[in-house]
């Protein structure tokens, strides 16, 4: 499935394909939500689609009927085995050895590897030697959203395709036309999303915007010291903290700008109290996410808070 926005990117990789350029690796890069997956399929199933003159996969020859179905065993997809875990060594060496294997039903054997940077230093280092001696009729196809964690060797063996959001007019269009969506929640849902279409459609279609409206107030409860930390913890738990903290983070950014000169200090402590907790919930997959909440309520809750500072909802 193609996306309005993704039009150019295919259209140069069709004329690569055209003139038989195609090169043995490539990079996704960009933030979440543009549909980088569903590209990389893309690629992935016109290269193995045993109709070469086709403008997209034809969708009915026998490769792609397996490629749909999930099981092309001329394609490989490496992600990590558990959701926050690493891309392991053994994965990266069974890519190598299906490498070098005949192909079963296409001409060429594609992998996809996502996220690219999940991989461990030992698969990086595993993956690296499959870049530098690739087989002939391969293609591996790297996603990455953070490209800048991985190791510059790796990039400079990928041809990079950048992925850009599109413009919000585009943005808006396309996501009324999967849905009847009031057009300020979709704003909205834009703004949270930092503009990725995807993303904001997941938003709006399911219960991220009437949890954001309950942190709201459960913030405004907690900066009053009219809230339990341990408590609204256990509730905040369940939510996509990433999410939250982005959310209360724009909120006060907003606030901040709107006080201008009367913006007071208690704004740009608590602000920067959103930001140690977005660092942290980076910086490690390992993280305990409900002492990482309490740890950020509690510091929020010692900043000495005058009215200004409550982030309305």
């Given amino acids: 499935m193609l996306y309005p926005w993704q039009n150019q990117v295919w259209q140069r990789f069709r004329q690569q394909y055209e003139q038989q350029r195609i090169p043995h690796a490539i990079i996704l890069t960009g933030p979440s939500g543009l549909g980088q997956t569903a590209l990389a399929e893309q690629i992935a199933m ?25 099981n092309h065993p001329d394609h490989t997809v490496i992600e990590p085995e558990e959701a926050g875990k690493a891309i392991k060594i053994e994965q990266i060496r069974d890519l190598k050895q299906k490498q070098t294997l005949t192909t079963n039903v296409s001409e060429w054997k594609t992998a996809i590897v996502m996220p690219a940077e999940a991989m461990n230093v030992n698969a990086s280092n595993s993956l690296l030697k499959l870049l530098e ?7 591996l196809i790297l996603i990455s959203a953070e490209p800048t964690k991985l190791p510059i060797t790796i990039l400079s063996r990928c041809q990079k395709v950048p992925f850009n959001t599109p413009n919000r007019e585009e943005s808006i269009t396309w996501i009324q036309s999967e849905g009847d969506f009031d057009e300020a929640n979709i704003e909205k849902a834009l703004t949270l999303a930092d503009s990725a279409p995807l993303l904001a459609l997941s938003l709006l279609t399911d219960d991220s915007l009437t949890i954001l409206e309950q942190v709201s107030i ?15 913890a256990q509730q905040w738990q369940q939510y996509d903290l990433a999410l ?18 009367r913006s007071n200090s208690q704004n740009w402590q608590i602000y920067d109290c959103i930001i140690k907790a977005v660092k942290l919930l980076s910086s490690s997959n390992n993280i305990n996410k409900i002492l990482l909440i309490e740890q950020f309520m509690v510091s929020v809750m010692d900043v000495p808070t005058s009215q200004n500072a409550v982030v309305n909802h």
Wanted: hydrophobic residues 35%; aromatic residues 4%.
């Fill in 46 to 70: 016109h290269v193995l689609c045993e109709k070469q003159d086709t403008e997209l996969p034809c969708g009915q020859c026998h490769s792609c009927e397996l490629f749909i179905a999930g």
């Fill in 133 to 139: 001696e690739p087989q002939p009729n391969t293609l």
């Fill in 218 to 232: 459960d913030f405004t409860k907690l900066l009053q010291h009219k809230a339990n930390p341990v408590q609204l």
């Fill in 244 to 261: 939250v903290l982005r959310y209360l983070q724009l909120r006060l950014k907003d606030r901040i700008v709107k006080q201008n000169v």
